[in-house]
């Protein structure tokens, strides 16, 4: 793990290059949509290539090969999209309590011919609930979602004993420090941070990633939105 360092380079490379066809279709369709199901607020060109695209395909050499991913809060499919276009050996589970979102992940899923994609209009903490989601991932994922410690209890749960929980974050640590109690609580080891950094200005930025090396405590997660009211 020590050793990993966000290639942003070659993501950049591959997103402009060899797969370019597949990340254009899809902002096609993304400004499409958004019209109708407001999906985001960045909507330029290069922003959606730096602020969405290259900022999703920073984890895409830490999935080990065919792994199952969780991503919790889908929305328009950041990071797994763009990942799933990048490692398309990667099956992903994704957590999405909007239907209309959904819709969108199916259309997407179906036009750009994507398999080992599982679209779920449910929340993340109902999710864990259920014996067969509940942790039975190699990965969890999520972005732009709630903080540090709010979601390593919405994703930990969903995470096997010995997966990963990868959460991207800004530049600012803050919140990862907070976390520590709920990392510990819910089956993890310290969270190990990599940084990177977006071409042009458009920021820093980390990937916080913790390793679990425990079982979440039945009891998490608590439901009813504690999580965010009362987070650990």
């Known amino acids: 793990m020590e050793k990993f360092v966000v290639n942003t380079e070659e993501n950049l490379r591959l997103i402009c290059g060899e ?3 597949k ?12 019209e109708k199901y407001n999906l985001t607020a960045i909507t330029g060109e290069k922003d959606v290539t730096y602020k969405h695209f ?5 984890a895409r050499e830490l999935f080990f090969q065919g792994a199952s991913v969780a991503e919790i809060g889908s929305g ?39 398999f080992g994609m599982n679209i ?14 509940r942790e039975s991932f190699d990965f969890a994922v999520a972005r732009a979602v709630a903080r540090m410690n709010v ?24 919140e990862i420090d907070e976390a520590k109690r709920a990392v510990k609580e819910l089956g993890g080891e310290k ?13 820093e930025r980390n990937l916080a990633v913790v390793k ?3 079982q979440t405590p039945a009891k998490y997660p608590r439901g009813n939105g504690k999580e965010r009211k009362q987070p650990l």
């Open 151 to 174: 979601l390593c209890e919405y994703s930990m749960p969903l995470v096997k004993k010995g997966g990963m929980f990868i959460a991207y974050k800004s530049a600012d640590t803050a």
């Open 76 to 114: 328009a499919g950041f990071p797994s999209l763009p990942l799933k276009i990048l490692r398309e050996d990667l099956r992903f589970t994704l957590f999405e309590s909007v239907g209309k979102k959904c819709d969108f992940l199916r259309f997407i899923v179906d036009k750009l011919g994507f």
């Open 191 to 203: 969270t190990e941070i990599f940084p990177y950094e977006l071409p042009e200005g458009y920021g």
């Open 19 to 21: 797969y370019r066809e």
């Open 54 to 58: 290259l900022d999703s395909a920073a």
């Open 212 to 214: 679990k090396v425990n």
């Open 120 to 133: 779920c209009n449910m929340r993340s903490e109902d999710a864990a609930r259920e014996k067969k989601y």
């Open 23 to 34: 990340f254009e279709a899809f902002r096609a369709y993304l400004l499409e949509f958004n």
